[in-house]
């Protein structure tokens, strides 16, 4: 049986440098990297991090925004940051994020309470940045 439900499969997300990008995200958020040693060969034109086995975030190095062109007016807004993306954890994961950040001294706001989101109110949220000033929210539901 196929399950033809829409998902949500990749963000792209413009990035300075790449390297950096994934190293920041797989110690300070806990992701893993996809295709960053091929990208460092210059096999591959950006690495990715695994959100889940579903998704991924693509760094893409902000250099290749004038080559947008797969889109009358693309390149004319590449680069331009989304508002946020949001990453749903389960709570033990959501603490281990936050400590995470700590650790790596990454400035998070204050916890919010019964944000709405995909599921509802989220149980805690709190915002940060990834060093390219990407904002992302991390919540959990449970």
């Known amino acids: 049986m196929t399950d033809h439900t829409t998902r949500l499969d990749h963000v792209v997300l413009w990035v300075r ?3 950096a990008a994934a190293g920041f995200y797989e110690k300070a958020v806990g992701l893993e990297p996809v295709r ?3 990208f460092s060969l210059g096999e591959v034109p950006f690495p990715s991090v695994r959100v889940n086995e579903e998704t991924i ?3 893409m190095p902000l250099a290749m925004a004038e080559r947008m062109t797969m889109l009358p ?3 004319e807004s590449s680069g331009h940051p989304v508002n946020h ?8 994961g959501f603490d281990t994020l936050r400590s995470r950040l700590a650790e790596q001294s990454v400035p998070v706001t204050d ?14 949220s709190f915002y940060f940045r990834d060093p390219d000033g990407n904002v992302l929210e991390a919540r959990h539901y449970d």
């Open 36 to 38: 960053l040693t091929e």
């Open 17 to 19: 440098d790449p390297i």
């Open 111 to 124: 916890l919010s309470h019964d944000s709405f989101g995909a599921r509802g109110p989220a149980r805690r």
């Open 57 to 59: 975030l693509d760094l």
């Open 85 to 92: 993306i949001c990453l749903s954890l389960p709570a033990d």
């Open 73 to 75: 007016g693309a390149a």
